[in-house]
């Protein structure tokens, strides 16, 4: 059952902890320490440099279903990023193998039906371990990437969105494996009910984490990635404006900022050829060539061209 409450910065930490115990692990994976005393959350997430806002959007989500994230821009991606992949860790490092380990525990070295369970968990280890290299190779570098103001290749979330798997399955399947068909002696019950109550809780960690990645770490990442769009508008407008495409390597020639200069100031092309000691027909190679360098084909654009980048002086320009 949820806890309707929506909990705030100012909120005692142990209150949450009290609320929902699950939120455990949370911590860890945000990198939050034990030891925090009655400070409040905002007074925790500071200490541990956690985005605190970000860290209350995934509690409130977890515990309350809370998914109005959409247009949400105060979600720090970063500290999604590092949430998500802390969370991997524990599970692929922690929690996969503590599983197996119980179930070995629980099972006669004799008991084939056990040694069959133990293959379809490894099975089920393999396809959850896939799920999330997969996000680590791929999901993971290219948030960075944008994180970071890089070139971000091809991919993108909507792609990541469309092929989220859900990876419960297997382990419903696993549950009732073990409750149906695995009658066994009171001790090795008790480890097996043990193990289930594990495999239950993990059950819904991670729907949660896949939730968690879909409502809120998929919204923030689509706000990455039209920022990028904008950046990347604005700086090839500047680029063309202020730097006239040169920032492709293809530099002008002394003689075509001479032939710029003369355009700017009126000059026909017979007049540049006369003024340059050059052909007609050399005037418009340095035009034509010009023109493919800077993407700039109109008097206006050229002029002002000239002005950004010091070849003629303002006041000798009529405009």
């Not at 909120?11 to 030891?35: E, H």
């Not at 009171?186 to 480890?191: A, Y």
Request: glycine letters at 4%; proline letters at 2%; aromatic letters at 8%.
């Amino acid at each position: 059952m949820k806890n309707l409450k929506m909990y705030e910065p100012e909120d005692k930490m142990i209150t949450l902890i009290k609320d929902n115990y699950n939120l455990l692990q949370a911590l860890g994976s945000f990198g939050i320490n034990l030891g925090f005393g009655d400070k409040t959350v905002w007074e925790t997430c500071e200490i541990n440099h956690v985005d605190t806002y970000t860290f209350l959007a995934v509690v409130n989500f977890t515990m309350n279903g809370s998914t109005n994230h959409e247009d949400d821009e105060q979600l720090d991606a970063r500290t999604l990023l590092r949430y998500l992949e802390a969370s991997h860790a524990y599970f692929l490092d922690y929690q996969l193998p503590s599983i197996r380990r119980q179930l070995a525990e629980s099972f006669d070295e004799n008991d084939s039906l056990g040694h069959l369970i133990m293959k379809f968990y490894d099975g089920y280890a393999r396809e959850i371990q896939r799920h999330m290299k997969y996000e680590e190779k791929t999901l993971f570098p290219y948030v960075t990437a944008l994180l970071e103001g890089r070139k971000a290749n091809d991919y993108n979330v909507e792609t990541f969105s469309k092929h989220h798997e859900s990876t419960d399955r297997a382990l419903r399947e696993l549950k009732l494996m073990i409750i149906k068909y695995l009658p066994s002696d009171p001790h090795s019950n008790n480890k097996l009910t043990a193990t289930l109550y594990d495999i239950y809780n993990n059950e819904e960690w991670l729907r949660q984490h896949a939730d968690v990645e879909d409502h809120i770490f998929v919204p923030a990442i689509r706000r990455l990635e039209e920022q990028q769009k904008q950046d990347t508008v604005t700086k090839n407008i500047s680029s063309m404006v202020f730097k006239g495409g040169q920032d492709r390597g293809e530099a002008l020639s002394e003689r075509e900022k001479d032939v710029i200069v003369s355009l700017v100031q009126g000059m026909s092309n017979k007049e540049i050829a006369d003024h340059l000691c050059i052909s007609t027909n050399t005037v418009i190679t340095h035009r034509r060539n010009i023109a493919r360098k800077l993407q700039i084909h109109s008097p206006a654009g050229l002029t002002i061209y000239a002005i950004v980048n010091g070849l003629v002086d303002i006041s000798s320009v009529k405009l």
